[in-house]
């Protein structure tokens, strides 16, 4: 029986990918390591910055010593499109607020660093609903590895085989199925719906029930 429901935030609960996309470029353009989309796509997306910044070095040879300002720069600039562009999106709180009212741990865990999911989730008119948010910050391995839901699932002091987690790239469903958990893998943001989440519960306690 699933008693939580994990969230990754960007590209499920937020519509962000492009917006660290902008941000990390935004940094990067001053010393002229801009990275193109399709790149950024097939080889960045949902990794932490601070990964980010070590394949650039790896790749493009960008200076290590220049990390430090170039996150801090695309941390500032994650929180200024943040601000323009996050808003509250009623099929997610209609989601959050069910599940919450159905008895269900809810928690977000994100790569992103602890301000910015505190702030999304403010803005997004989520976190008061959320019991947990686990960042990058939180733990020793980002995803693709799957401590940040082993630590919420810990927490939770429940089951892995009794959480589902939402996610919706590579880096996050590899991180999510090494936990152990059920896994609901969406596309978009708009695909996260309560008869959605409610279908993966469901199927997830028939599966139990069968083995
Ligand atoms: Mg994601």
Redesign the pocket.
Same mark, same amino acid.
Request: no cysteine; aromatic share 0%.
């Given at each position: 029986m699933i008693k939580a429901v994990l969230f990754?935030m960007? #590209?499920?609960l937020i519509d962000a990918k492009d917006w660290h996309y902008e941000a990390l470029n935004k940094a990067l353009d001053i010393f002229g390591m801009a990275i193109d989309r399709d790149t950024h796509l097939a080889s960045y997306d #949902?990794l932490p910055t601070r990964t980010k910044l070590n394949i650039l070095t790896k790749s493009r040879g960008c200076p290590v010593k220049l990390h430090g300002f170039l996150n801090q720069l695309k941390q500032m600039y994650t929180m200024e499109l943040a601000y323009a562009r996050c808003r509250p999106v009623f099929q997610h709180r209609k989601a959050v607020n069910r599940l919450k009212d159905e008895g269900y741990k809810l928690a977000v865990c994100s790569n992103s660093i602890r301000q910015t999911i505190v702030l999304m989730m403010e803005l997004a008119q989520l976190k008061e609903n959320m019991d947990l948010l686990v960042s990058n910050e939180d733990v020793s391995r980002p995803k693709p590895d799957p401590e940040m839901y082993q630590k919420a699932i810990r927490y939770f002091n429940i089951d892995p085989t009794e959480a589902l987690i939402l996610?919706?790239?590579d880096n996050?469903v590899q991180a999510a199925r090494a936990s152990g958990a059920h896994v609901l893998v969406v596309g978009t943001p708009d695909d996260v719906t309560y008869e959605r989440i409610r279908t993966a519960i469901d199927a997830a306690s028939i599966s139990a029930d069968q083995r």
């Open positions: 990754d960007d #590209g499920v #949902g996610e919706d790239n996050g």
